[in-house]
């Protein structure tokens, strides 16, 4: 199970589908990924220690995962900006146990739907004091077409709303720079690289527009944008592959390869 595509992680809520949960990590492991990543409430189906010797077996190191999101059947899609102050405490302990068992150093706090900013800065620095330092938070601008109504729709907003925390925190509070959002709400990718780079606290990638694997279907030059990432801006973390394969997940990394190779 040779390592192919070091420095990018496997995002199991999108990828490997083609098998329950519990099963993507040796997928994901014998495709050729050392990390992975979960966006979805699929984890908290499973008890930690569960997830747990899912990694071990494998090698693998959880590198982000999504806090409870509270019910995504009925329409939830974070809490932060919510009036749900004891499920939005629940979902930070709950998140607390998971990084600590499967030593995941950042977890991404949803904002939600239709929310109060008050309420989601306020929130928001209740997350950094209640899982800092060991644990990164992270805010993430998602698009208004993938998730109509969601609360944090702007990068610059987004990097306000770190500066104010940070005036007030010594606990780390970061941007998931997602590129499939930033250029569908923005464009202007490498500019707006440059521009946040020192609030990046992880980075996710998808084809734009229709978020299947980021090769030259797509719209992006993805290998330029890599390129700024390691070279230019020094950026050391993981990329997250978040995206929907267009068929077999196997099948479609041919891309990842290809990035990988040069």
């Keep these: 199970m040779a390592v192919r595509f070091p420095g990018f992680s496997a995002n199991l809520a999108m990828l490997f589908q083609e098998v329950p949960f519990l ?17 979805s409430n699929e984890l908290f189906a499973h008890p930690p220690d569960e997830v747990r010797s899912c990694l071990d077996a494998e090698g693998l190191e959880c590198v982000l995962f ?40 950042r977890v991404h706090c949803l904002a939600g739907l239709n929310g109060s900013a008050e309420l989601y800065r306020s929130n928001l620095r209740k997350a950094v004091e209640f899982l800092g330092p060991d644990v990164e938070v992270l805010i993430e601008p998602i698009n208004q077409r993938s998730m109509p109504g ?11 709303i770190i500066a104010d925390i ?6 780390p509070l970061k941007l998931l720079f997602d590129v499939f959002h930033c250029q569908i709400l923005h464009g202007d990718l490498s500019t707006n690289m440059r521009k946040y780079s020192d609030h990046i606290g992880h980075v ?6 229709d ?10 030059n993805f290998r330029y944008l890599f390129d700024l990432l390691r070279n230019e801006l020094g950026y050391q973390g993981h990329i997250g592959c978040e995206y929907h394969p267009r068929g077999e997940t196997e099948d479609g990394l041919k891309w990842l390869e ?3 190779a040069e």
């Design 211 to 220: 978020r299947g694997e980021p090769d030259a279907r797509q719209e992006v």
């Design 66 to 105: 999504n806090l409870p999101a509270g019910d995504w059947r009925q329409g939830d899609r974070g809490l932060a900006s919510l009036d749900r102050p004891k499920e939005f405490l629940a979902s930070l302990q709950q998140g607390a146990e998971y990084a600590q068992r499967l030593k995941c150093p």
């Design 258 to 260: 290809e990035v990988v």
């Design 166 to 171: 940070a005036g007030q925190s010594d606990k």
């Design 150 to 160: 969601y609360h944090l729709a702007s990068f610059a907003e987004a990097a306000d």
């Design 23 to 39: 099963q993507r990590f040796a997928r994901a492991r014998r495709a050729g990924f050392n990390a992975v990543e979960i966006s």
């Design 204 to 209: 996710q990638v998808a084809g734009v527009p």
